[in-house]
């Protein structure tokens, strides 16, 4: 007989922490199960052992470090490389410890390959899978760890690692579409104002030089233009200390770092959500997107056996926005108090009218989990036609802009070549 320490949820969305002593831990959690608790984690206590023992396992040659730069977080690649990984290895039957020492052994050098040893030696040393994954949060986030002990209780690691590697893969072929949409027109500003910025530092003086000689009386547009050039090249304002185009090349990281700066308190975060969902164009992308996230998150952790509340709560705070999340924590409220899901989701207005009559339905039906997963599939859909939309708008707008930029230089510096040549066909000069 022995002793298992297990976290577990009451009927009430409580977490409760306890001991039972049982032979296996399948017998551990139907004991637990039948004090009306639901098991979130189960694992045998460890006994201590003896001297001797304790000098044979010092005497095992400790593994050598996997090397590499391991700074920063690790790559969502690379994670959703090693979780299909995993879960194809655990569908053919290896077992666990195995199964990450091979794919520990094929990583190559670095975070990944670090965190992995130390998984490895943890679930050797008795642990479980998700308590060893927690220990990593630079790699295992609170929704990896939770699915993963979920799949542990209920003996279906295999399926739940499956829909991990799904859902991860969803998520991030998302997140890439929206990426490269992006570089296209980053590409072009930022070649733009590269060519701008050559033009005022370099051609525009050379202008100036030119009607100078000539004593044109200049137009309002040409010394707006020739002031701006003098700002960016700098140098000919004494009192200007750095040139123009310092700022314009600082100007993308300081915005940059103010944003992430902003975000990092909660009033921020919170204002700069609010303000993204109400942006024209992007703001329609930014909650499509949001929803598509949360749901596929809340239907796969309710489909792996997560309860509905943790699910929620972990799905809250990782939805990634602050209005999304207030509105999800009221949810979790009113289902803790036994009223429905749709209600106060459909009073935060943060979703379409179809989204919320969808999961009605599914909670009416008892398949929730399916109808969230099937709104996340026709909202991928719909991010992928709104990003589509959206770069082929961007593109004649952004023609538009710098059509407009191009027309102006060259009417700037070319009024005053006009009135320069009908001053020597008059004879003037």
Not at 12 to 36: F, L
Not at 196 to 204: A, R, S, Y
Not at 280 to 289: A, H, V, Y
Request: charged share 20%; with cysteine.
């Amino acid at each position: 007989m022995a002793t298992f320490t297990y976290e577990a949820l009451d009927q009430a969305g409580k977490p409760r922490k306890g001991t039972v002593d049982a032979s296996t831990s399948e017998e551990a959690i139907q004991r637990i199960k039948a004090q009306s608790l639901f098991p979130t984690a189960v694992r045998e206590q460890k006994v201590k052992k003896s001297a001797v023992a304790g000098e044979a396992v010092s005497a095992k040659p400790k593994r050598k470090g996997g090397g590499g730069i391991s700074i920063g977080r690790v790559s969502q690649k690379q994670l959703t490389a090693f979780t299909r990984q995993l879960s194809t290895l655990q569908d053919a039957g290896l077992p666990l410890l195995r199964s990450l020492q091979i794919l520990e052994g094929q990583m190559k050098p670095g975070k990944m390959k670090n965190v992995l040893m130390g998984v490895c030696e943890d679930v050797e040393g008795g642990s479980a899978l998700s308590e060893a994954m927690s220990k990593h949060p630079a790699a295992f986030d609170h929704l990896y760890c939770k699915m993963v002990a979920a799949g542990e209780v209920g003996g279906v690691l295999d399926v739940i690692l499956q829909r991990l590697a799904e859902f991860m893969e969803k998520s991030q072929r998302l997140r890439r579409k929206i990426r490269g949409a992006m570089v296209y027109p980053l590409v072009v500003v930022t070649v733009a104002v590269a060519i701008l910025t050559f033009i005022m530092v370099f051609i525009i003086p050379k202008f100036e030089e030119i009607f100078r000689d000539f004593g044109v009386k200049l137009p309002g547009i040409t010394l707006f233009l020739i002031n701006t050039s003098r700002w960016v090249a700098g140098g000919s304002n004494p009192d200007q200390v750095i040139p123009g185009w310092v700022y314009i090349c600082a100007a993308p990281f300081l915005i940059w770092g103010g944003f992430k700066l902003i975000r990092k308190a909660g009033p921020g975060r919170a204002a700069t959500d609010y303000i993204f969902l109400w942006i024209p164009i992007f703001g329609k992308l930014i909650k499509k997107t949001t929803v598509a996230r949360f749901t596929r998150t809340l239907g796969t952790l309710i489909s792996a056996g997560v309860p509905i509340l943790e699910a929620i709560t972990i799905t809250a705070q990782t939805s990634g926005n602050y209005v999304y999340e207030k509105a999800l924590t009221k949810v979790h409220d009113s289902i803790r108090e036994g009223e429905s899901f749709a209600d106060p989701l459909r009073e935060s207005k943060t979703c379409d009218a179809i989204v919320v009559n969808m999961i009605d339905v599914g909670e009416e039906t008892g398949e929730l989990d399916a109808m969230l997963l099937k709104i996340a599939d026709n909202y991928d859909e719909e991010v992928d036609v709104a990003v589509a939309s959206l770069v082929s708008l961007l593109e004649p707008m952004m023609v538009l802009v710098l059509g407009g930029i191009v027309g102006t230089i060259v009417v700037a510096m070319f009024m005053p070549m006009v009135a320069m040549i009908e001053s020597l066909q008059n004879g003037k000069v």
